[in-house]
């Protein structure tokens, strides 16, 4: 993979993207990471917000291309007046391959659910071996 693409949309209301910054898989193989966001009301006037993110490898490196791994950090700030929420990131992506930039049609994403506690509560937390 050459490059890759990802668009995050979310309600953020709530939540704001912070910061990007490079994994350890990004930071090994010279990957470079870019990113653009952007915040806007819909037409029911609900805040929401677009993370745009690109990976890319240059034309330089080994042939080996966006290796797996951890790629990215991203960092959100919870408003400080949040109250409990579930905020869905959906997220979409699209890969290219190294060197000819045909689309590579095997990239699937999983959309990611931020919960937002109550004040003083505590996270549930599921254990196996205590269920049984």
Sequence with gaps: MGQL?????????????SRLERGSAAASAGVELRHQYEERKDEQGLERALLTLV???GEAADGGGIPGGLLAYL??????????????????????????????????????????????????????????
């Design 5 to 17: 693409r990802a668009e995050i949309r979310f309600v953020s209301r709530n939540l704001r993207f």
């Design 55 to 57: 990976a890319t490898v």
């Design 75 to 132: 960092t959100f700030q919870v408003a400080d007046k949040a109250g409990p929420a579930n905020i869905t990131l959906h997220t979409t992506a699209e890969a290219t391959e190294q060197g000819s930039g045909r689309p590579l049609p095997e990239v699937e994403v999983v959309s990611e659910l931020v919960e937002i506690l109550a004040a003083g509560s505590e996270p549930l937390v599921s254990c196996f071996f205590f269920t049984h």
